[in-house]
Each structure stands twice: as C-alpha cells, then as structure tokens.
C-alpha cells in the first residue's frame, strides 16, 4: 500500500508540539480540506508527526508482540524503510503466524515482492506467502497509520462529536478508494478535543471478513525521538457505537523503538 501524502496548495513553517521541552519546525504543505473531519484528522498529524518527519528517520526496528486471551503470542523483530515502505519482521515465536512451522521464520517486502524464510530456506507454499503479504504492509501500516491517514485516497466524514469516560470526542469516518476491485476497510476514529490525539478507534478487517461488527482499538502513546507512538494497543469486538463487552482484549505493544539504523536494502530482497 504505497500511497503518496497529499499534495499541497500552501506552505507554511509549523511547530509541532513542544514534548519534553523541545520545539521542532518543519515544512509542511496544507491540504485543501474535505470537510471540518479532514482537517481534524490532519491536526492530529500534525500532533503526533507527519509522515515527512518519519522519513528524516529514515528506518526503524522494535519487538512487536502480539497477545490473544488464549495464551498464544507472537513476538517479532520489526525493520521497516519509510522511503519505499519496505518491511521485514523475524518471528521468534509465531504460535499465532504458520505455527505449524517450528523455528525462525523470517518475512520481507522490498517494494515489489514477498518471501518467507523458515530455519533459512525459502518457503514458496502460496498459502503461506499469503500471510505474509497480509502480515508485512498491515504491520508496516499499523506503526505508519496515523500519519498515513492523509493519503490520497481516503475520503473523510465528520459524525459528530460524542462523550466516553468522561472525555469529549470528536468522531470521523474514514474510508478509502483505491481503485480496487475488493472492499476496503473503514475507520471510525475518535478524536479527543483536548489533546487532539486518537484515543480510540474501530475499524474492519476486510481480509478476514470483520465487516459488520467492527473491532473497538485502545490506544496509549509514548514519545519516541520526536513522534507519538501509540506503543500500547489492545482490541476486541464491538459495535459501531463503541458498545463494550466482556470478552477479554487481544493486546499489541511495541517495545525498543529505534529510529535511523542504516537498514541496508538487501535486508528486505529474497
């Protein structure tokens, strides 16, 4: 999913918000708004980073790991490339991705393909390759969201504003048209009015076929090197009005975030 950022009609110099005590300027190119939930969205980017402050990071590499209520977790080494949107993760444990095979595997995406690497052979089972190419752009995409929800394509809707635990929200839809054939998937974000960030989220998993009854997403950030990053994520089934339910959370933290490690392309080529 390589999508460029929305091209602007106006530049201005910016500061983004002053974390720790540090001010950053950075040149940024205001979009011609949708709608008032367009630019909702594009202030909250402008909170947490823009897409262009990831790139002067160039890569980075953290521990994914991925807990369901059943005890079974999968724990990766993530490596992505911003500029290209290249993506690699190497599963230590993997009792949630191709358990069936014991040991090492290994996942990449150099712009163009996929491949798999079990104990350091190749894997070319088109089964298998399939989780991959839904595992390497849709964890690439969840570390990128935020900022990449101002890419072409997408198409706003402002649905009011709405109060949870005691916090005011505002809530945008977000949908998308890539000029594909199949669905896309849909979010419904909520915006909190006093910090401008996304506390919380639903969306669909058109892949695996949650369309109707959507997941509800939790999110809790942390400052890493200048950006926001929603490092502690958890997630469960819920209704379109963000209903709760007993069921337990399946969660997703990503710990040992490093920005700027030289990441050589032939990391992410078969």
Request: aromatic share 16%; charged share 25%; net charge negative.
């Amino acid at each position: 999913m390589k999508i460029k950022f929305l091209s602007g009609i106006l530049t201005l110099l910016f500061i983004s918000c002053g974390f720790n005590g540090k001010e950053k300027e950075e040149t940024a190119s205001v979009p011609k708004f949708q709608n008032n939930g367009h630019e909702l969205v594009y202030n909250m980017v402008q909170k947490v980073g823009s897409y262009d402050l990831l790139k002067t990071k160039k890569d980075v590499v953290y521990t994914y790991t991925y807990q369901t209520p059943d005890g079974k977790a999968d724990i990766s080494t993530e490596k992505y490339v911003f500029d290209g949107e290249y993506s690699y993760g190497a599963y230590m444990q993997h009792e949630r991705t191709l358990p069936e095979l014991e040991g090492l595997i290994e996942q990449g995406y150099d712009g163009s393909n996929f491949w798999l690497r079990h104990n350091g052979e190749y894997v070319e089972s088109e089964d298998q390759l399939q989780r991959v190419k839904f595992n390497r752009p849709t964890n690439f995409y969840w570390f990128t969201m935020m900022q990449k929800l101002l890419d072409d394509g997408i198409t706003y809707e402002y649905l009011g504003e709405k109060t949870v635990n005691n916090k005011a929200y505002d809530i945008v839809k977000i949908s998308f048209d890539f000029a594909k054939s199949k669905p896309t998937d849909i979010y419904q974000v909520y915006i909190n009015k006093e910090t401008g960030l996304i506390d919380q989220f639903l969306f669909t998993v058109v892949d695996f076929g949650v369309i109707e009854t959507p997941y509800l997403m939790l999110l809790e950030y942390e400052n890493i090197d200048g950006i926001l990053i929603p490092v502690n994520r958890k997630y469960k089934k819920s209704t379109w009005d963000s209903a709760l339910n007993n069921d337990p959370w399946i969660t997703v933290t990503w710990t040992n975030i490093k920005f700027n490690n030289d990441l050589k392309p032939e990391l992410f080529k078969k």
